[in-house]
């Protein structure tokens, strides 16, 4: 189990084995630009996917580059290049900031409120925290809950052997990841194999094999497998939103194929690609998603996925103290 996501590591050597090795380029303004451009142009994996053409971008701020006076204004410039690519997985860091597309989520409603989340009608004060994951019951003792809000908050087996064990009793579960901005793969689908019942292909991976925007490797499948001694054999709902992202999208992408599993909320954030980081002639560095992801029909998760129940949190709701979404996750699980 802890070993197949591990596959993550060879994929980086074969990228390092099968792009060809990057050109030098001076650390002067033009060649930090060209720089940034070209490792895009050649390691980016989605630029025919959004129909990007990085070729017009590039004449665009080549022509603003004149103007630049400063290493804040280049820096500004460099950015906003970056930004035409529309993706949360791609940054440009240097000492004095971080470029950074946040218009993946500040264009959708929030879809959480954790002020309600820890209110008297839901956790409250008295939870247990196991493993990262803050954990109680609702509904007088019937519906299991667990906020889970970053996967890079590492768990064990004994975490997750305690936490089920705990609400074994309940008829259903309640699986938050809303505001889970992502972490370790790994964590997702350890996770994940807890719902299922038999291992299950839940999706495909692919990576760069040449320079080419379309050179890739034959995709990879990923499959999600069953945990004997781990296993919540009951219905659960997991809640999101549109900062579920990265690796808690792939999570969800998972979970779309697990039996009894039910997606409420908002469409997740996405961030399908696994990043990876180059350094500029400067020393700045660029991150930039490096190998594709999929679910089990092949349709990229990119840009994230859609709730099997689409539901919003609305203010009247929340006014009196409740959360629209763990409302109708109540409801459904009342209803199974």
């Known amino acids: 189990m802890k070993n197949r996501i591990k596959l993550l590591l060879p994929f980086l050597l074969l990228l390092a084995a ?10 002067t303004w033009q060649g930090n630009f060209d720089a940034l451009w070209k490792t895009i142009d050649t390691r980016y994996c989605y630029l025919d996917y959004k129909q990007v053409n990085w070729d017009s971008i590039h004449v665009v701020y080549q022509n603003r580059l004149s103007s630049v006076s ?5 820096f500004n410039l460099m950015g906003n290049m970056l930004k035409e690519l529309k993706d949360g997985h791609v940054n440009l860091y240097s ?4 470029s950074r597309y946040w218009n993946w ?3 959708y409603p929030s879809n959480f409120r954790e002020d309600l989340l820890y209110s008297p009608q839901y956790l409250g004060s008295n939870y247990r925290i196991s493993g990262g994951m803050r954990y109680g019951k609702l509904q007088a003792g019937t519906i299991g809950y667990i906020y889970y809000g970053d996967f890079t908050a590492t768990f064990s087996y004994e975490n997750l052997k305690y936490l089920f064990n705990d609400l074994s009793d309940c008829k259903g579960l309640i699986l938050d990841v809303r505001n889970n901005g992502g972490g370790y793969l790994t964590s997702a689908e350890t996770l994940a194999s807890c719902f299922f019942d038999k291992k299950t292909l839940t999706g495909y991976l692919a990576h760069k094999t040449g ?3 379309d050179s890739f490797s034959k995709p990879i499948a990923l499959y999600t497998d069953k945990t004997d001694s781990l296993h919540w054999s009951k219905p659960v709902v997991v809640l999101t939103n ?9 999570f969800v992408s998972r979970m779309k194929y697990a039996p009894r599993a039910v997606i ?14 180059n350094e500029l002639p400067n020393g700045w560095l660029v991150r930039f998603s490096a190998c594709p992801m999929f679910d089990a029909s092949m349709h990229h998760i990119e840009w994230g996925l859609d709730p099997d129940v689409k539901v919003d949190m609305t203010a009247a709701d929340a006014n009196n103290g409740y959360d629209t979404i763990i409302e109708r996750a109540i409801a459904l699980l009342n209803g199974f």
């Open 242 to 250: 549109r900062l579920s992202f990265s690796a808690t999208n792939a």
């Open 264 to 277: 409420v909320g908002d469409r997740t954030g996405g961030g399908g690609g696994l990043p990876l980081s």
């Open 95 to 98: 000492d004095f900031d971080i």
């Open 105 to 107: 989520f500040q264009d």
């Open 18 to 27: 099968c792009v060809d090795d990057p050109v030098t380029f001076p650390n």
């Open 211 to 213: 320079d080419g925007h």
């Open 70 to 74: 400063n290493e804040y204004e280049f």
